[in-house]
């Protein structure tokens, strides 16, 4: 974070730094009614107003002065004053200063604009006068299990953690509520735990059953779904960045999602925290790791990468590890890890060192940066490394295809032993060849000569033909001649002027440029045996106008061709053009060389005046269209004896062969490069996941400013000294640091985890700043509650399941979320928890939830992302780039799978997950906001998944609600809500269907048209206007502000 | 005392009357929502909120970005020393070892490519315009032309995503969102930030566009700018379904409204009403917007003016007569974003296309704002996310040239409310490459601190608590270019 640097001494105005936060701490007023605490009243306050001059960060610390350690804040200065004097208020410059009326005098400086109120600068006094003890951050000290408090009221707690809230209740003359009705709870813990709503037939056992065992049982029903891991995954996918593309400019999809059901199995099974924790990190370094387990390593390969061209791609390759490290670190350890990016820690002890420390650890994947220019990027899009997760099917393919590739090498080994005799055996061969002398290219006499457009042909003296006659548009000329048995290598067209015609001479009509639009030939053998059709592989010519290359010959596409600029009398060079196969084509006796030149271009009278034709039977590779390609020294060393070579002749007379003769070797080579090729494009098609690996050791420095080119000393991989060291000559790689991350003495883990939980369960956090639990966080509501939870986490072995269900059995989790405007006032955010919070669905449960009720739902776990319903071409408005432009929804069951299988485009999101405070899943989130727009209210109402889950829930209705409309909808609002509908809602409901009805009766038109939106398929039967009416019950059913909540 | 704070009570009730439940912590900012008008913020204490810091001299602000980085040289700053220069190299003393694209960076030579268009003095001021912008050089009096802007940033992304939030990387609020968290809405059927696309015909296919450029970041997610849409409904769900009518519509929010109240009264939650607000306001939302992106009610020489591309929805003529439109019904911050300004190869035919769809109707918008008298009160702001080199990417020739990313001086121009007119702001070297006036220099930060300055804001001030630091637009930078300020 760019914090610029500041240099001046304490009185001096301060006017740029890094920014400090105000915190909440709920007692942070209570001194009246309790001894002072330190880390509740006095370090939210030094670290808020102080630390960013006065604190960690020694670069910038001012007059020398560091407020966040009790010696040195009690240290006499250079200026010979000191701030905190214990127990000597008078004494203390801190005091004189916060208390000074001088602008110029007065910290924090009035620029900063967060002054000091009297109230707390009495607080610090009385805390200076009572010794000014300090003790460190209470989130960084080790988690030791507190006492669980006495209650006065011993029937009310279930479980411990209600003794804890019960006893803070009580200390603030306060009562719980009362347990909330069967129905809300059965729909609170199935939101809860799975994300959906519960079934019907499910609520009405858990009511009826009044054993004492009944709501324990429940919940372990609920926890034993496999909609549980899907509910779990949510917020890690946020935390771990997850998404279905790149990021960045181009934004190409990815396709990362079998570490997305990793993660869902991972917390279907139960996998501990600690080991959940550990294969992310590094399951790849774990002994002998199972494929899963390196899966699981996906977690930090789930990052953007840049792939817009013009990057370098060393500075989006450290952006990515320094991505790691903010996530990792801001995932388990809820610390802001990438302050330290720039300098220092403002507020934490991570020195800028520290961070490149535990950036070296993170540095060592074999990875560009980039996709850019990334060969092996494959897959499904993803960015290596990767790893294969083939079906036992394609597993065996894999195998065979790779066994092929093993074999057609050890064939090629095989030959190239040959190499020195096949080398000289082709020597001997073009030695005889040279010293014949023997023209490379060889004319030939047709035997005739036809014109498609009627030309006639005249042979003159050299051996070319001039063309006569007829003069048509376009022409194809077709020459049939005797051939030599043995081999045809390649074919030579020269092309000639003839004097008096335009331009250059060239063309029979027009400007006098040629375009010859294809030439084929055939080897036609003596009677009835088929031609053998050759195929051109090469093409060469001495000349070639622009955009009209020789190759273009070998094209195929309609409209190109080889042209000359014949048009150009300027233009004094030989236009000739050799046509060659990749391999000699085998001529039976008596056999005919059937040319055909067409000459098809669009342009009139580009056709040819006079040519003459070549053949040749030398080895295709070594011919160009002037002859033999045989380079200088090639030539000279093969002329010479082979005693006679140099070893450095022989060699290069052994490489000629080897690059460009045909032969056994080639082709073997070839061989092989078709089985590469085969078992490439087969890799292609098997799901990969991205995966972390260890590559070789990259250096790793300080960056400048956090700059990728400003490298200052070289570091070593470390963990920040602030926190409990690893065991002695343990080294420091990401195993041991995951290790670290889980140990017992980690203070912050166990602290971070139970309060997200704890956070999603009832609304706000133990520590309401649950994304910091660092210098900054706000204090926590009930510290000792938090510590007994973290330590009871990790003491039951980091038992997720078992820990949730010991936070949803708990009486306080049972209240109901009645709430008076007394209590309201007193506790608007709940933080005593003397009532259930009421809490909005997350984006996911909210379109999951609309379709389970309305019997839409597909509850397939897992599997390569869908599209559901989203407009078509909801992306192409702001990008051309990318694979992921014109969105198309399905048409089949991926349309109604849950949210979080929705295919993710990371530089913008799914519409209507975004409006519901989804994060976009550029960078780590470990905290969703929670708002309430209009725009929510237009999707709900109109957006085309929930019109369809509306036309669901009317079809439940009508199937399975009974005979009466008013039975009908109350079974919809039943499936809904998991409750009966009141009086009131019955009637407001079953009032507004009569008059729909009786609306849609009159305007068919209407009814028609709503209930053909979207594709559900109608009820058989029934008249489209009672379906058209049942279908905005539904739609106002799905809109009512209980239907979102968590109740 | 209570632990509960008390005195915060009444202010944490009026937010979550008006947001609906918890968003962040508690700022130093107006806790405005998106769609709050101004009078509706009564009951916000005005110690919590405090914004405007000062009077603002802009009401509004249309900003019109040219996403893909126009050439100033060929627009706005005149090189014609640079003809006798032709296809020579740009000297290691101008270039001085700075970094480039890897696009460029492995060419033998940079030559010197001058402008092919000619420049000529324009209005009293004489300012200098390209042939290629007349209806722009038109408003030379109007217009602070800053030929000094500069960036770090060498690529897209991470240099339009600078512009837009302050940091190259992902995940802080945009400009927009800011000014809606600090200064609300003055609209109750509109809301604060409106974001407007179009493709440009230069490069057709160029530069994406994210929602991070208008997004909310770590701010209440209301905060974020809403894209209207080209094809379909403007705003997303905008359109009931068919065969619902608007009598039926009303029907229904009703029944929500009268379940949601009783279920209100049974639990006492206020959230419950917030929410039934919000679909009043999305109500309305439904006849507004409609209404907004109708011109039939424009007269006829205003819809001429602004070319014949304003009957085409989605370009940048129709965006630029919505925005007028929307700001005059008190939209705080309209943003166009043209694209197509990235020209590597072949710039001298895709700048026409450029400005063919932006000239004409840019120097509409300053006409139209001005006749209606919005022009003193609304903050106009055209100018692209860095600018491009003197040398030719790619090969140079009489008549054609490429131009690479150039982060080190390009030119915004800024007009209306609180700024100069008439002033050229600023200079370069003479290969339009450095900035030569030290003290005119302005950087992203400065000139996103005098925007929020001209709105009434103090950079400073606008805050938000995150992750225990007090974020802000201008991170730790960004000064108020107050020299430009009228």
Redesign the interface.
Same mark, same amino acid.
């Given at each position: 974070?760019?914090?610029?640097k500041v240099s001046r001494c304490l009185a001096v105005v301060v006017?740029?730094?890094? =920014?400090?936060?105000?915190?909440?701490a709920?007692?942070?007023?209570?001194a009246?009614t309790q001894a002072i605490d330190f880390n509740r009243d006095i370090r939210p306050l030094l670290s808020d107003r102080c630390f960013a001059c006065h604190g960690p960060d020694e670069e910038d610390r001012q007059a020398g002065l560091r407020l966040d350690d009790f010696s040195a804040a009690t240290a006499e200065l250079d200026s010979g004053l000191t701030a905190i004097v214990p127990g000597k208020v008078n004494a203390s410059e801190l005091l004189a200063r916060i208390t000074s009326d001088d602008p110029d005098v007065v910290m924090p400086p009035p620029?900063v604009?967060k002054p000091i109120t009297p109230d707390e600068a009495g607080l610090l006094a009385d805390w200076i006068a009572a010794g000014a003890g300090y003790r460190g951050h209470w989130a960084f000290q080790r988690i030791e299990r507190p006492a669980v408090p006495a209650v006065a009221d011993a029937a009310w707690p279930l479980t411990p953690i209600d003794r804890f809230i019960l006893a803070r209740l009580e200390q603030?003359g306060l009562h719980p509520n009362a347990e909330a009705d069967q129905t809300t709870l059965a729909r609170r813990l199935a939101l809860d735990l799975t994300g959906l709503p519960p079934e019907p037939t499910a609520v009405a056992a858990f009511v009826a059953n009044d054993s004492s065992e009944a709501y324990g049982r429940y919940v372990d029903q609920l926890l034993a779904s496999p909609h549980y891991g899907e509910r779990m995954a949510i917020e890690w996918l946020d935390a771990a960045r997850y998404a279905d593309s790149h990021?960045?400019?181009?934004?190409s999809s990815r396709s990362n999602w079998p570490w997305r059901d990793w993660v869902i199995n991972a917390f279907n099974r139960n996998l501990s925290f600690d080991q959940f924790t550990v294969e992310q990190l590094a399951g790849d370094m774990l002994p002998e790791p199972t494929r899963e387990q390196i899966v699981a390593t996906g977690f930090n390969r789930n990052h953007?990468i840049?792939g817009?061209?013009? /990057? /370098?791609?060393e500075e989006w390759r450290v952006?990515t590890v320094i991505d790691r490290v903010e996530t990792t670190g801001q995932t388990w350890l809820g610390l802001?890890v990438g302050?330290a990016r720039c300098h220092d820690h403002?507020?934490d002890p991570i020195s800028q060192r520290e961070f490149y420390e535990l950036f070296a650890i993170f540095n060592n994947v074999p990875e560009t940066g980039t996709i850019m220019g990334q060969a092996t990027q494959r897959s499904g899009g993803n960015a290596d490394p990767i790893r294969l997760l083939p079906t036992s099917a394609q597993a065996k393919k894999l195998a065979r295809l790779e066994q092929v590739v093993v074999d057609a090498k050890a064939a090629l080994a095989t030959e190239e032993k040959n190499l020195k005799s096949l080398a000289e055996a082709w020597a001997a061969e073009v030695r005889e060849a040279l010293r014949n002398a023997g023209e490379a290219w060889q004319p030939f006499e047709p035997l005739e000569l036809t014109s498609a457009g009627g030309a006639s042909f005249r042979r003159s003296e050299d051996g070319s033909w001039l063309v006569e006659g007829v003069n048509p548009p376009q022409d194809s000329y077709t020459v049939e001649s005797l051939i030599p048995a043995g081999q045809f290598s390649g074919l030579r067209l020269e092309l000639l002027p003839v004097a008096g015609l335009a331009g250059g001479g060239f063309g029979r009509g027009g400007n006098g440029n040629v375009v010859v639009t294809k030439i084929e030939a055939e080897i036609d053998p003596p009677g009835d045996g088929k031609a053998i059709p050759v195929v051109f592989k090469r093409a060469e010519a001495t000349y070639q106008q622009k955009n009209w290359e020789a190759a273009k010959l070998l094209s195929g596409k309609k409209g190109d061709g080889w042209a000359i600029d014949g048009n150009r009398a300027d233009i004094n060079k030989p236009r000739t053009i050799a046509l060659l196969p990749a391999q000699p084509v085998e001529v039976p006796e008596n056999s005919h060389l059937v040319v055909t030149v067409r000459q098809e271009s669009k342009f009139i009278g580009h056709t040819i005046a006079r040519f003459r034709l070549a053949y040749s039977t030398e080895e295709p590779s070594l011919l160009g269209v002037n002859g033999l390609r045989l380079p200088k020294d090639v030539r000279a060393a093969i002329l010479a004896a082979v005693e006679n070579r140099t070893p450095k002749q022989q060699k290069e007379v052994e490489a000629f062969y080897r690059g460009n003769v045909a032969g056994p070797i080639r082709q073997a080579e070839a061989a092989r490069d078709a089985a590469q090729k085969s078992l490439a494009a087969f890799r292609k098609t098997v799901p990969s996941a991205m995966v972390m690996q260890e590559g070789p050791r990259r250096e790793a420095f300080v960056l400048e400013r956090g700059e990728y080119?400003k490298r200052g000393e070289p570091v070593a991989p470390g963990l920040p000294a602030f926190l409990p060291a690893l065991p002695e000559k343990e080294p420091v790689h990401r195993l041991s640091l995951a290790n670290w991350i889980v140990s017992r003495d980690n203070p912050l883990t166990a602290r971070v985890w139970v309060n997200r939980i704890w956070e999603r369960l009832f #609304?706000?956090g133990l520590v309401?700043?649950s994304?910091?639990l660092?210098?900054?966080?706000?204090y926590p509501s009930h510290p000792e509650l938090l510590d007994w939870l973290a330590a009871e986490f990790m003491e039951t072995g980091w038992d997720v399941k078992r820990f949730i269900k010991l936070l949803v059995t708990s009486r306080v989790y049972r209240q109901a979320?009645?709430?008076?405007?007394e209590a309201?006032?007193?506790?608007?955010?709940n933080?005593?928890l003397a009532r259930a919070s009421?809490i909005?669905l997350p984006a996911e449960v909210v379109r999951d939830t609309a379709l389970a009720s309305s019997g839409l739902l597909v509850p397939t776990i897992g599997g390569p992302s869908v599209r559901p319903w989203m407009?078509d071409?909801v992306w192409d408005?702001?990008?051309?780039?990318?694979n992921l432009r014109n969105y198309k929804p399905a048409k089949n069951d991926d349309r109604y799978r849950r949210s979080m299988y929705t295919v993710w485009k990371r530089?913008? #999101?799914p519409?209507t997950m975004?409006?519901f405070?989804a994060p976009?899943r550029?960078?780590c989130t470990v905290k969703r906001?929670?708002?309430?727009?209009? =725009?929510?209210?237009?999707?709900l109402?109109?957006?085309t998944t929930f /019109?369809e889950a509306a036309h669901g829930l009317a079809k439940r209705m009508l199937a399975e609600g009974g005979d009466q409309p008013a039975d009908r909808i109350a079974y919809g609002f039943q499936v809904s809500m998991g409750r009966q509908p009141?009086p009131?809602?019955q009637q407001?409901?079953t009032d507004?269907f009569s008059?729909?009805l009786a609306?849609?009766t009159q305007h068919a038109?209407?009814?028609?048209? =709503?209930?053909?939106?979207g594709i559900v398929p109608r009820p058989d039967g029934v008249p489209l206007a009672e379906y058209?009416a049942y279908t905005?019950a539904a739609?106002?059913i799905l809109?009512?502000?209980?239907f979102i909540m968590r109740? | 005392?209570?632990? !509960?704070?008390?005195l915060?009570?009444q202010d944490?009730?009026n937010r979550?009357v008006f !947001?609906?439940?918890?968003?962040?912590?508690?700022g130093?900012a107006a806790l405005a929502s !998106?769609?709050q008008p101004a009078s509706a913020r009564a009951g916000t204490p005005a110690a919590v909120a405090g914004f405007p810091n000062f009077p603002p001299k802009a009401k509004r602000i249309i900003y019109l970005f040219q996403s893909g980085a126009p050439s100033q040289m060929d627009l706005f700053d005149p090189k014609p020393q640079m003809e006798k220069y032709r296809g020579e190299d740009l000297p290691d003393s101008i270039r001085k070892g700075q970094?480039l694209?890897?696009?460029?960076s492995g060419q033998k030579s940079f030559p010197v490519a001058p402008s092919m268009f000619s420049f000529a003095q324009h209005g009293d001021s004489g300012m200098w315009f390209s042939e290629l912008v007349p209806n722009m050089a038109r408003h030379a009096d109007r217009w602070c032309m800053i030929r000094s802007m500069h960036t770090e940033q060498?690529?897209?992304?991470p240099a339009i995503t600078f512009f837009q939030t302050g940091?190259q990387?992902?995940?802080r609020p945009s400009i927009g969102a800011w000014l809606g968290y600090g200064l609300g809405s003055e609209n109750a059927d509109l809301p604060a930030y409106i974001v407007l696309?179009s493709?440009g015909s230069g490069r057709?296919?160029? $530069?994406?566009?994210?929602?991070?450029l208008w997004?909310?970041g770590f701010l209440?997610?209301?905060h $974020?700018g809403? @894209?209207f849409?080209?094809?379909?409904d403007p705003?997303?769900? !905008?359109?009931?379904?068919?065969?619902?009518?608007r009598d039926? @519509?009303r029907?229904?929010l009703d029944?929500?409204a009268?379940?949601?109240a009783?279920?209100?009264a049974?639990?006492?939650?206020?959230?419950?009403s917030?929410?039934?607000s919000?679909?009043e306001?999305?109500f309305r939302?439904?006849a507004s917007v409609p209404e907004i992106i109708d011109f039939s009610d424009e007269p006829k020489h205003v819809l001429e003016s602004y070319g014949p591309d304003v009957h085409r929805h989605?370009s940048y003529a129709f965006n630029c007569l919505l925005a007028r439109r929307l700001s005059e019904r008190g939209v705080r911050f309209v943003q166009c974003f043209h694209m197509g300004w990235d020209h590597h190869g072949g710039l001298p035919r895709a700048i026409k296309g450029q400005v063919k769809d932006t000239d004409q109707a840019t120097g509409a918008l300053l006409d139209d704002l001005d006749q209606r008298g919005l022009l003193d009160e609304t903050l106009i702001v055209w100018g692209g996310e860095f600018g491009r080199t003197i040398y030719s990417q790619g090969k140079l020739t009489e008549n054609n040239y490429g131009r690479?990313?150039h982060p080190r001086c390009f030119t915004t121009l800024m007009a209306g409310a609180g700024v100069q007119g008439g002033l050229t702001w600023g200079a370069t070297d003479d290969y339009s490459y450095n900035i030569v006036t030290p003290d005119q220099k302005v950087h992203v930060h400065d000139l996103n601190a005098t925007i929020l300055h001209l709105m009434g804001i103090d950079h400073?001030?606008l805050?938000y608590?995150?992750?225990? +630091?007090?974020? +802000?637009l201008t991170?730790?930078?960004g000064e108020v270019v107050h020299g430009i300020l009228s």
């Open positions: 974070m760019g914090c610029a006017a740029a730094f890094c =920014l400090v936060s105000t915190v909440q709920p007692n942070a007023a209570a009246d620029e604009g603030e990021g960045y400019q181009t934004d953007r840049n817009e061209g013009g /990057i /370098i791609a952006e802001t302050c403002k507020y080119d #609304g706000v309401k700043t994304e910091n660092g210098n900054q966080a706000a979320a009645t709430v008076t405007p309201l006032t007193n506790d608007p955010e933080r005593l009421r909005r407009p071409g408005e702001t990008s051309k780039y990318g530089t913008a #999101g519409p975004l409006m405070d976009n550029e960078t906001s929670r708002t309430n727009t209009p =725009l929510q209210a237009l999707a109402l109109n957006e /019109i009141n009131l809602e407001t409901l507004g008059a729909d609306r849609f038109q209407a009814a028609e048209q =709503l209930a053909t939106a058209a905005l739609n106002v809109n009512l502000d209980e109740e | 005392m209570h632990p !509960l704070q008390p915060h009570v944490q009730l979550r !947001l609906g439940g918890a968003g962040g912590g508690l130093f !998106l769609f970094r694209t890897t696009m460029t060498i690529n897209h992304d940091h990387l992902a995940g696309t493709f057709p296919d160029d $530069q994406p566009l994210y929602d991070r997004g909310a209440p997610n209301e $974020q809403v @894209r849409r080209n094809t379909g705003v997303l769900y !905008l359109a009931d379904p068919p065969g619902v009518s039926l @519509r029907a229904t029944r929500i009268t379940i949601n009783s279920r209100g049974a639990l006492g939650d206020p959230d419950i917030a929410r039934t919000q679909y306001m999305a939302m439904q989605g690479d990313h400073l001030r805050t608590p995150y992750q225990g +630091r007090d974020f +802000r991170d730790v930078h």
